[in-house]
């Protein structure tokens, strides 16, 4: 799917990851994700923050921050009219100790060495300066320069020099599996033409079922689709 360039695009593209709809496949995590994020926004400081969006041609999440916000500077090496400076997240054109927040979601599966990535978030961020990272452990390959799939373990290892650093899975297993059903249909359905029908009668279904039976997964997240990450410099 190519990129959005207008703003008006980039906006409903970033609608739809904040609020996205039933009929969007991803809906079960990218509704947990939003929930991560808002409940954890007390870990940032009451007064005005500057904040760093690595990989921020969409920045879904920036509104949520609202009042907070003094600075907002977005890095992506895809320009698009939201993004500030055009760099890569191995090597962020910042000094250091700049940033208060820094925000960093579904980009390191695209990045060569995101141990390089997070060794730059720390080094951008003030001394008890907060991210908010997240990252796939189970998704189809949707470009051929993508890398990575993560695991709790594997993402606290390579943000092992924050002080501290919580990995919150995006839905348990349920979860996980209702979403990889939807992932798989929507990507592999033959003839293509039957992918809108699915989405507006299979997707919205399947979400629902994930959503109702969550419950009985309790927090087994052993085939979780994706991971949020809070850390603390």
């Known amino acids: 799917m190519p990129s959005p360039t207008t703003l008006e695009q980039i906006r409903r593209e970033s609608e739809k990851r904040l609020h996205p709809s039933l009929r969007n496949p991803n809906w079960l995590i990218l509704r947990r994700r939003r929930q991560i994020l808002e409940g954890g926004l007390?870990?940032?400081?009451?007064?005005?923050?500057?904040?760093l969006d690595v990989g921020g041609r969409l920045q879904p999440y920036r509104a949520l921050l609202g009042a907070w916000v003094a600075n907002y500077i977005a890095i992506d090496p895809i320009v698009t009219p939201?993004?500030?400076?055009?760099?890569?997240?191995?090597?962020?054109?910042?000094?250091?100790?700049?940033?208060?927040?820094?925000?960093?979601?579904?980009?390191l599966e695209y990045c060569a060495e995101p141990r390089e990535v997070a060794l730059e978030i720390w080094r951008v961020l003030r001394r008890g300066g907060v991210a908010f990272i997240s990252a796939p452990s189970i998704f189809v390959r949707d470009h051929d320069d993508e890398y990575w799939r993560f695991l709790p373990a594997g993402l606290r290892h390579v943000l092992?020099?924050?002080?501290?650093?919580?990995?919150?899975?995006?839905?348990?297993?349920?979860?996980?599996?209702?979403?990889?059903?939807?992932?798989?249909?929507?990507?592999?359905?033959?003839?293509?033409?039957?992918?809108?029908?699915?989405?507006?009668?299979v997707v919205p279904i399947l979400n629902l079922a994930g959503y109702v039976l969550e419950g009985l997964g309790g927090n087994n997240d052993l085939f979780s689709a994706n991971y949020s990450v809070w850390v603390r410099k």
Request: net charge negative; with cysteine.
């Open 42 to 51: 007390t870990r940032l400081p009451q007064e005005k923050i500057t904040v």
């Open 82 to 107: 939201l993004v500030n400076v055009a760099a890569n997240g191995e090597a962020i054109p910042f000094r250091d100790e700049q940033f208060d927040f820094a925000i960093c979601t579904q980009v």
């Open 160 to 201: 092992r020099d924050f002080e501290e650093v919580e990995v919150v899975a995006e839905g348990n297993s349920i979860t996980g599996f209702f979403r990889t059903i939807n992932v798989f249909l929507v990507s592999f359905v033959k003839p293509r033409f039957l992918v809108p029908i699915m989405q507006w009668s």
